[in-house]
């Protein structure tokens, strides 16, 4: 602070001629700056101290804001240029800018230049965030980047009008946005520049961008401050360039199969078409209760009576539930509903729309998830819950049949090698059905790296799915997993009105007795600590009549982090619910 207190009182600033672009203040040491934080002479005398000679450089591996007395002293001199510029009649927050090419366009176009050539006949404006400076007596050097990629600008003392070269040194600092206008020059060490005649500061930035060396490092701080993450990360902002592509890619295959894109209430009176805990939020005019939706399916099956024959939403849910790498509050799915299909379409559906996604980013069938090959090959294993289970632990728990007491006493043997609490689990099981699901999901779901549908569940944990034509006690459902994960989950649909609400009606029972289980035993589960109630007006929409139909959700979040390799759903989303800061 003693250098800042007295770069302050020493500072002279100059006149400067109203045709000027800026108004700049004079500082006449060459420097070296990359983006760790401003370029100015100001932040300059605040984050070191220069030799004579100009040539002395900070340890590059130095966080720039490394206090918050630090961040602070480099926002304060900047505020004062901003005050500098306004008392001089210089906006530095403009309107506009003419931008003529984007770094990558240049980079394309002028790509057959020789080193030390120029373009005097063609003039190009570029704009974009400063991320670099060097500075040599006459010459000055700015990297800019835009959302395209980076260019070099090339400032020469002799080619700008009067002192306009020692103002932009003095005023332009890293993280500022600059527009720039000028001719295409190759430097004599081969980097394509724009040789700029004119210069404009479209934006201020008043803090410090991260060490160029360091980036963003604090994981808590990247996802709270995507921004800046994106800024000093160039990679994190790819990923949501990417999700966009597979989004898009999704959009085009819905559309060249004929199905309409539809929306669906988020505010729904009863919260169905999953079993998930809920959002509640309050109408005050209509003065009752609203859920945000778990699940879009009950409204697009309700299209589907409706007349529709093909409709799909790509659409936020919101589950008040668990957070965790793979688990956000809300979270994106596309669901779809076909007439006249069932679930086998719906396997051929979803290949189609993952291996054209991996195609659209990648351009290959075989990628890397975490150190995993993964390989999107057509066709995909599918297999039988019964066999999977049977395959992993050796136990056909379809010779139980209703046999619950032999089916946990089973799955006991099963899982008691594993660290969870399985015996709560599975004593909170009310059908064999369930307790197989609850198997498979500790023994076999992680096993599954490569892409696999498992199909035919028990009846018991899937309410809104038809029989299964050949096999009593199951229905005609699979769920697609890959790297252990479930990415898709598919059914022929239940139509008939009856047996939908009696199924209905049995989930809403089995939920509270597993509410009561835990209870019971003084076990606080949130899982289960919430009211379920039948959606009465989906009843009476199937009692109209549905035709006979399939159905797939499938996690947009989850695909994009499979086809970014990213870790954490976190990763994917661009702005994550996070735990209050201290």
Avoid at 177 to 196: H, M, Q, R, W, Y
Avoid at 311 to 337: A, C, D, K
Wanted: charged share 30%; net charge neutral; glycine share 6%.
């Amino acid at each position: 602070m003693e250098v800042l207190r007295t770069w302050i009182a020493s500072s002279q600033f100059i006149r400067f001629n109203p045709s000027s672009t800026f108004a700049f203040a004079v500082r006449a040491s060459a420097r070296v700056r990359c983006c760790s934080s401003a370029s100015s002479a100001a932040t300059d005398a605040c984050e070191r101290s220069i030799s004579a000679d100009g040539n002395q450089r900070t340890d590059r591996r130095r966080r720039s804001s490394s206090s918050t007395s630090d961040r602070d002293s480099i926002r304060a001199i900047r505020l004062q240029k901003v005050e500098e510029l306004r008392s001089r009649g210089y906006e530095p927050y403009a309107y506009k800018w003419d931008r003529s090419h984007k770094a990558r366009q240049l980079q394309d176009i002028y790509a057959h230049l020789e080193n030390g050539e120029e373009c005097k006949d063609d003039s190009v404006s570029v704009a974009g965030r400063v991320i670099a400076s060097r500075k040599f007596g006459k010459l000055a050097f700015y990297t800019l980047r835009d959302e395209s990629g980076t260019v070099q600008l090339y400032f020469e003392k002799g080619s700008l009008p009067e002192d306009q070269f020692e103002l932009i040194k003095a005023y332009i600092d890293i993280g500022d946005i600059l527009g720039a206008c000028g001719s295409i020059k190759k430097t004599d060490k081969g980097e394509l520049s724009v040789f700029v005649k004119f210069a404009k500061l479209l934006t201020k930035s008043l803090l410090p961008l991260p060490d160029k060396y360091h980036g963003l490092a604090d994981v808590d701080k990247r996802y709270r401050q995507r921004y800046v993450d994106m800024i000093a990360n160039p990679d994190v902002a790819n990923i949501f360039r990417m999700r966009a592509e597979i989004v898009s890619e999704i959009r085009k295959t819905m559309d060249s199969w004929g199905f309409i894109e539809v929306e669906t209430p988020v505010l729904q009176g009863a919260a169905g078409g999953a079993e998930a805990r809920p959002f509640i939020t309050y109408h005050n005019s209509l003065e009752r209760n609203l859920y945000l939706r778990i699940a879009t399916e009950l409204h697009l099956k309700r299209m589907l009576v409706g007349g529709f024959e093909k409709v799909f939403e790509i659409g936020r849910i919101f589950r008040n539930e668990g957070i965790s790498t793979r688990h956000n509050p809300e979270f994106t799915t596309i669901e779809m509903y076909e007439a006249f299909s069932d679930y086998q379409s719906m396997m051929d559906k979803a290949e189609e729309i993952i291996t054209r996604c991996a195609l659209r980013v990648h351009g290959k069938l075989k990628i890397d998830y975490l150190g995993t090959e993964i390989c999107f090959q057509r066709p995909w294993r599918r297999e039988t819950m019964h066999n999977l289970v049977k395959e992993a632990t050796g136990v056909n728990f379809g010779e139980f049949k209703n046999d619950l007491k032999a089916a946990k006493e089973a799955a006991r043997n099963i899982l008691k090698a594993t660290e969870e609490d399985y015996d709560v689990l599975v004593q909170a099981c009310p059908s064999v059905g369930h307790v197989l699901n609850e198997v498979f999901e500790m023994i076999v779901e992680p096993k599954l790296l490569q892409p696999t549908f498992v199909l035919d569940y028990p009846v018991e944990i899937s309410p809104l799915a038809k029989p299964h034509r050949w096999c009593p006690g199951l229905v005609e459902r699979f769920e697609l997993f890959i790297y252990g994960r479930e990415l898709a989950n598919s059914f022929s649909e239940l139509t008939d009105p009856i047996d939908q609400k009696l199924r209905l009606l049995g989930q809403i029972e089995q939920h509270n007795e597993k509410r009561a289980a835990f209870a019971e035993q003084k076990r606080a589960n949130d899982d289960y600590s919430y009211d379920v109630s039948l959606d009465e007006d989906f009843i009476t929409a199937l009692e109209y009549g549905m035709p006979p139909a399939s159905g797939m959700g499938l996690g947009i979040d989850r695909l994009v982090m499979l086809l970014t390799n990213s870790a954490s759903i976190r990763d994917v989303i661009a702005f994550p619910v996070l735990k209050i800061q201290q």
